[in-house]
């Protein structure tokens, strides 16, 4: 366990009409957390301070999406999960879900807990470990999700070995999401990835760009 400097979140971010009717009986966490987002997010260099007028569109809601994804119950795991995007978004509207916040850096891993605490997340986990350490304890994850953390290739090689034979990566991308996918076709061949696809969703500043691949179910997947 690490030591946490206890913090307050920054001013209320109010959710925008769009916002409380994906979040619904959620909104008054989701707007919490955007303040958590926009003050010591800010602070601590989580985010950048231009991003605040655009928390709820490019990233609360550009997050949301995904909640669309995850099976009923399915165990999570956010890569590389920064500042809690995607993941705690993921758990303010899918409670059914347990949820690993994996962060490898103190900081972001504090604020994590904190934001955590605050929100009384009690299926939330924050694991403070590089993916390769994680993956020894065995973990069996349904579902991988990450979020501008690296180029897909090398991502793959991170997210598999976290996934149970079956399990799926959820990773969000930019516009060259397709070209990506075809660079990394090497990898995911080696690893013997299946169901490739992207899913362009949402609109506007909340559109993303989402690879979908998952591991083989009869666990073939080498461990390279």
């Not at 619904?24 to 602070?43: D, F, I, N, Q």
């Not at 991003?51 to 709820?56: G, K, N, S």
Request: glycine residues 10%; hydrophobic residues 45%.
């Amino acid at each position: 366990m690490f030591h946490v400097k206890p913090s307050t979140p920054g001013p209320l971010l109010p959710a925008p009409t769009e916002a409380r009717l994906r979040f619904g009986s959620a909104t008054g966490h989701a707007e919490r957390y955007a303040a958590w987002l926009a003050g010591p997010g800010v602070e601590r260099g989580l985010l950048g301070p231009r991003e605040v007028d655009r928390i709820w569109s490019r990233h609360l809601l550009n997050c949301a999406v995904l909640a669309d994804y995850l099976p009923p119950g399915s165990m999570v795991c956010d890569l590389g999960s920064g500042a809690g995007l995607p993941g705690l978004v993921l758990a303010l509207l899918r409670p059914d879900c347990a949820i690993v916040l994996l962060e490898p850096l103190l900081r972001r891993a504090a604020f994590l807990t904190e934001v955590v605490a605050d929100l009384e997340l009690p299926g939330v986990t924050v694991v403070r470990a590089r993916a390769e350490d994680y993956a020894r304890q065995d973990p069996r994850h349904d579902v991988v999700v990450a979020r501008a953390v690296a180029p897909l290739d090398r991502l793959t090689g991170w997210a598999m070995p976290l996934l149970r034979p079956g399990g799926v990566l959820l990773a969000q991308k930019g516009a060259s999401a397709a070209a990506e996918l075809a660079a990394a076709g090497a990898v995911l061949d080696r690893w013997g990835a299946v169901d490739r696809e992207v899913l362009v969703v949402g609109e506007g500043d909340s559109v993303t760009h989402i690879v979908r691949t998952a591991r083989p179910s009869d666990s073939r997947a080498e461990d390279s």
